[in-house]
């Protein structure tokens, strides 16, 4: 268990029908179970869509949301080969949260499984301070995989979705326990004395 490691959820997607929700509460339930304290970032929530336009309010509540997180997990569907702009737009929109912090990345798509999109967010992350995992999780073709309650349908997807969040999990539980220790003992980077 990972008790007392506060994990930001950042869901990729702002779309009208999105099928972010179904991944991002099924790596919620996954990551509690496995005792983090996790908040969700919904960048389609009314106080955040504005950072779509660059409002500094907007802005400055996404980095209230951000501060004092010990690490991240992004959800990120593909679009052309890419993350979804959006993502983008919340990514950029703040820069000391994330600094010296373990990102987490969650994908899903068609049979890439959202893989080209996760790896366009690496260089992001390291040009913001913040060390990507190397284990992903991925989901190729969900769209009727996934039951009313958000459940796999299919047991043998599910057994092998279910292992490679344990592995996700330990990886993020290990970083952010790290880094926060290590953060603790000397501020990051430029801030340090
Ligand atoms: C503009 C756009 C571009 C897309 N491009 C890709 C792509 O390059 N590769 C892929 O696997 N799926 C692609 N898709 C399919 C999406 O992965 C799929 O629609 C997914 O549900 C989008 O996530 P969302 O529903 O949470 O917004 C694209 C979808 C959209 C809307």
Known sequence: MHTSLRIGLIQGSIRDGRFNDTITNWAAKRLRQQGFDVRIIDPRDPALLPLQVGDPAAEARLCEALD????????????????????????????????????????????????????????????????????????????????????????????RADAAMVTFGNSLAWWAQALQTARNERPYGRRAA
């Open 68 to 159: 004092g997180m010990d690490g991240f997990v992004v959800v990120t569907p593909e679009y052309n080969h890419a993350a979804p702009g959006p993502l983008k737009s919340l990514i950029d929109a703040a820069k000391a949260e994330w600094e010296a912090r373990p990102v987490g990345l969650i994908s899903y798509g068609g049979i890439s499984g959202g893989l080209r999109a996760a790896e366009t967010l690496r260089p992001v992350f390291a040009e913001l301070h913040a060390m990507t995992l190397r284990d992903t999780v991925s989901f190729a073709m969900p769209f009727n995989k996934f039951d009313e309650n958000g459940e796999l349908k299919d047991p043998a997807d599910a057994k």
